[in-house]
């Protein structure tokens, strides 16, 4: 299975702990421009987001753009950890041919190190970017990373987080 993890795109400034930061028009096109580099790389995936409001909007245009379907999940909060996290993920691991998450830092880059190396040091990870790894479960060192994706646009200050 492929799975593309991201952090949401940018976002106003605010507190990295508030869940009702919005998208900036940026972090709109961030967002749309990453939904259209990955029409073609991930067909029929599933679309698992944290329901903060700048994670959930930029799985929404994201979801619109790949037709897919949008799940939200409380695991997946910037608050979150990658073991549980990772559990979270277990259902949608049965049959799905690819899943996207879209989450915070620091979450995202602790995900991406957890189930690549095994570790949760984490890495850094600007808005709308991510990694995209290959891997049958969702497990500890079990992932092989196919590539990081950068979705920044021109005028992205990589605020927001």
């Not at 795109?9 to 990295?16: E, F, P, S």
């Not at 890495?123 to 950068?150: F, H, I, T, Y």
Request: net charge negative; aromatic share 4%; charged share 15%.
């Amino acid at each position: 299975m492929k799975l593309l993890l991201l952090r949401h795109a940018q976002a106003v400034a605010g507190g990295d702990l508030d869940p009702d930061r919005v998208l900036t028009p940026v972090g709109e096109r961030q967002a749309a421009a990453m939904a259209s580099r990955v029409v073609n790389m991930l067909p029929g995936a599933c679309i698992v987001t944290s329901p903060w409001r700048r994670a959930q909007q930029t799985a929404e245009i994201m979801a619109q753009g790949l037709g897919a379907r949008l799940v939200l999940n409380d695991s997946l909060t910037a608050k979150g950890n990658a073991p549980v996290a990772a559990t979270a993920l277990e259902p949608y691991f049965s049959d799905q041919g690819s899943l996207i998450v879209v989450t915070h830092q620091p979450l995202c880059g602790q995900l991406i190190s957890w189930l690549t190396d095994g570790n949760l040091y984490g890495q850094v990870v600007s808005p709308c970017s991510g990694a995209l790894l290959e891997l049958d479960w969702p497990a500890r060192g079990m992932a092989r990373l196919l590539n990081g994706c950068d979705g920044a646009v021109q005028g992205d200050d990589h605020a927001g987080r």
